[in-house]
């Protein structure tokens, strides 16, 4: 199972919103309404931001936001914020057995 | 609050083994499947295993199959990943991690860094 493919890298002014994509296929990212998004900062353990596509969990900032379509998921930032810099990778289900799949991973800079 | 503490982590040589320990706490943990994800230094995040609550279903990722065993204890509240035959590419930072329906770790423990080494 190949990983998903996003961008190395992103950046965005205090303030401004940035969109990072998820790619993958349709036994995975278009398969399942089950993409993830972590945000994991230097030396921490990766924090769960979105799931299911675009359910936050209890605590996270309104400001982050998940959509799919077809084969891409996508992550959006609105408004950045200084802590916002940080790693992002996103996850897909690809069914039983195979289960899970990341992304390569997309370096935020908050510049 | 939930909290997950890996453990057993440390430097081995290739072809050894390693055993790791996740202590869960905070939640009912006999009530929810459990992973092991890794991140080899510098590199992204793979999913090792799985095992659910009951430990009646168990999967591997194709590059540990064969050579890692996941297993549980509820009583004692604890995540097990053996490792043998490790090889240089094991070498990584190991999270246990909690199921949430398809997410792969709602939360995540602090990691235990395996080195594989001669």
């Known amino acids: 199972q190949s990983a998903l493919t996003q961008p190395a890298s992103v950046s965005g002014s205090p303030g401004q919103s940035i969109t990072i994509s998820c790619t993958g296929t349709?036994?995975?990212?278009?398969?399942?309404?089950?993409v993830s998004w972590y945000q994991q900062h230097p030396g921490k353990a990766p924090k769960l931001m979105i799931y299911?596509?675009?359910k936050r969990p209890s605590g996270v900032s309104n400001r982050f936001s998940g959509s799919k379509s077809g084969n891409t998921a996508s992550l959006t930032i609105s408004g950045l914020q200084a802590e916002d810099e940080a790693d992002y990778y996103c996850?897909?289900?690809?069914?039983?057995?195979?289960?899970?799949?990341f992304g390569g991973g997309t370096k935020l800079t908050v510049l | 609050e939930v909290q997950l503490v890996e453990s057993g982590g440390g430097l081995v040589q290739p072809g050894g083994s390693l055993r790791l320990s996740c202590a869960a706490s905070?939640?009912?943990?006999?009530?929810?499947?459990m992973n092991w994800v890794r991140q080899a230094p510098g590199k992204g995040l793979e999913w090792v295993s799985y095992?659910?609550?009951?430990?009646?279903?168990?999967y591997y990722a194709d590059s540990v199959k064969g050579r890692f065993t996941i297993s549980r204890d509820n009583a004692k509240n604890s995540l097990y990943l053996q490792m043998n035959n490790l090889r240089a590419e094991d070498t990584a930072v190991y999270y246990c991690?909690?199921?949430?329906?398809?997410?792969?770790?709602?939360?995540w423990g602090q990691g235990t860094l395996v080195t594989v080494s001669s």
């Open positions: 991690a909690r199921v949430l329906l398809r997410t792969p770790g709602d939360y």
């Open positions: 905070g939640f009912t943990f006999s009530s929810y499947s």
């Open positions: 095992i659910s609550s009951s430990s009646s279903t168990i």
């Open positions: 349709s036994s995975d990212v278009g398969g399942y309404n089950s």
């Open positions: 299911d596509v675009n």
């Open positions: 996850c897909s289900y690809a069914g039983s057995s195979l289960n899970w799949v």
